[in-house]
């Protein structure tokens, strides 16, 4: 499964919309970009993923690049609840069976 | 659905003693998988099971055992409880290892001191 890099932190005003990048140069065509979250150490919660095309839910878009090498996750209108880690994880059809968790970037949603 | 729930919530141990770390699903689902996460770091898979009797190891499996009996229950177990075990487990559960979702349980919080 290819590797992710995100950055360690970022910052967001409450109501503004929250951008969280993700390389994932390596990534190969069969495999999918997963976003997760962790709030406050309880357990990841699946936000949303995505193959080729951009997707949107309830929770929030995820935007991936022509080439797969990078997307970026979007929380619209980012809430103090929003506040948490989130990890970017590629994984593909085949391969290992969990998903690789890194340290993934601390969203701090200031009021 | 209860979802994926998580028995104890904390314990502290110490040196040598053993325990069950327990979870259950609700949700009928074949893969259930045991991650650690130690303070600032990622999950690491411990072990995992595709269904009632079928386990194996994942990234960091030593000092533990697990057992599937059951297609709700998947309990880990620490032998001889050792600091390095000291860290937030969590216990999570999928249809299938193509399920795009794994539904995780709230952690216990454990400490050997």
């Known amino acids: 499964d290819a590797k992710t890099t995100q950055p360690p932190s970022m910052d967001c005003a409450e109501g503004r919309a929250a951008n969280l990048p993700c390389n994932h140069s390596t990534i190969s065509g069969n495999e999918y970009v997963y976003w997760y979250r962790q709030i406050h150490s309880q357990g990841p919660q699946y936000i949303i993923h995505?193959?080729?095309n951009n997707e949107t839910n309830e929770m929030a878009s995820l935007i991936i690049t022509e080439d797969r090498k990078s997307s970026t996750l979007i929380l619209p209108h980012a809430t103090l609840r929003d506040t948490a880690v989130y990890y970017c994880i590629v994984r593909g059809e085949t391969g290992a069976n969990n998903l690789f968790f890194g340290t993934g970037t601390r969203l701090t949603v200031i009021p | 659905n209860a979802g994926v729930t998580q028995t104890p919530k904390f314990r502290i141990l110490k040196i040598g003693q053993s325990m069950t770390l327990q979870c259950t699903q609700d949700?009928?689902?074949?893969?259930m998988y045991w991650y650690r996460q130690d303070p600032g770091m990622g999950l690491k898979l411990i072990y995992y099971s595709v269904g009632a009797g079928i386990t194996d190891k994942g990234e960091v499996p030593n000092g533990y055992n697990v057992s599937r009996s059951t297609t709700e229950d998947f309990p880990l177990r620490l032998e001889l409880a050792a600091p390095s075990q000291t860290s937030v487990y969590f216990c999570?559960?999928?249809?299938?290892?193509?399920?795009?979702?794994?539904?995780f349980g709230p952690g216990t919080r454990l400490t050997v001191t």
């Open positions: 999570a559960s999928s249809y299938s290892r193509e399920a795009y979702e794994q539904y």
């Open positions: 949700m009928n689902h074949n893969y």
């Open positions: 995505g193959l080729k």
